[in-house]
């Protein structure tokens, strides 16, 4: 089955840089990769996707990359805000099936 | 309006005791999910149901049975609450089977003492 990695699992950057947060993937047949942040005490909110017929997405400060040559996908955030602090985390899935797998989660925090 | 809203948000139980979480979604959506999120964060699917019908059922104990009276609606029953049992539980919902992403709500963290 799928799986998907995560790094780092916790980062730490000054306000208004930037942050970068990577993830793999193992099965070549998986298509469409979406992005989640979580806020304390609330549930994952998707945030910006990408589908495999896409290199790069871009959405306002978010944006996503992905290389499906070597089964990676990255988020990038600009301009980094306090708002930004939660946990994010990257997933994929198969066309052929009915479950997104989730990486293990990245902490961001935002530092003043 | 909430879009997808699970009850009771907090719950705390004994052992050994029964206990349902209830999920209801108003997006309109086709495809429900159950997750479980452990105290590292991690998000594992537990079931999916489409239209009513089941069509994930991950490696979960047999304790946990969902059930969908309707396509708005996913509930989950624990039997016989084991201490591994405490989690956070998300319900989410789905516009289509495969290739779309999920609404979550807000969890019910399940304390099993």
């Known amino acids: 089955g799928e799986n998907v990695e995560q790094h780092p699992s916790t980062l730490s950057v000054q306000e208004g840089d930037s942050a970068v947060i990577k993830c793999t993937y193992s099965?070549?047949?998986?298509?469409?990769f979406p992005w989640y942040k979580q806020e304390l005490g609330k549930g994952p909110q998707l945030i910006i996707d990408?589908?495999?017929?896409?290199g790069e997405k871009k959405d306002q400060r978010i944006a996503v990359t992905l290389n499906k040559t070597a089964k990676h996908f990255s988020l990038h955030i600009t301009e980094t805000q306090p708002e930004d602090s939660a946990v994010y985390f990257c997933?994929?899935?198969?066309?052929?099936?009915?479950?997104?797998?989730f990486g293990k989660g990245t902490r961001l925090h935002i530092l003043p | 309006d909430t879009a997808v809203s699970q009850t009771p948000k907090y719950l705390v139980t004994q052992m050994g005791n029964d206990k349902s979480i209830k999920c209801e979604q108003n997006?309109?959506?086709?495809?429900m999910y159950w997750y479980k999120q452990d105290s590292k964060k991690f998000l594992k699917i537990m079931f999916s149901?489409?239209?009513?019908?089941?069509?994930i059922n991950e490696t979960v104990p047999n304790r946990f049975s969902p059930k969908s009276p309707d396509k708005a609606h996913l509930n989950l029953h624990i039997n016989s609450l084991e201490l591994g049992d405490s989690a956070v539980y998300f319900c989410?919902?789905?516009?289509?089977?495969?290739?779309?992403?999920?609404?979550f709500g807000s969890g019910t963290r399940l304390t099993v003492v």
């Open positions: 989410a919902s789905s516009p289509r089977t495969v290739g779309y992403g999920y609404t």
């Open positions: 149901y489409n239209n009513k019908e089941l069509i």
């Open positions: 099965d070549s047949a998986s298509n469409y």
């Open positions: 997006l309109g959506h086709d495809t």
């Open positions: 997933a994929a899935s198969l066309n052929r099936d009915d479950k997104i797998i």
């Open positions: 990408i589908r495999s017929n896409v």
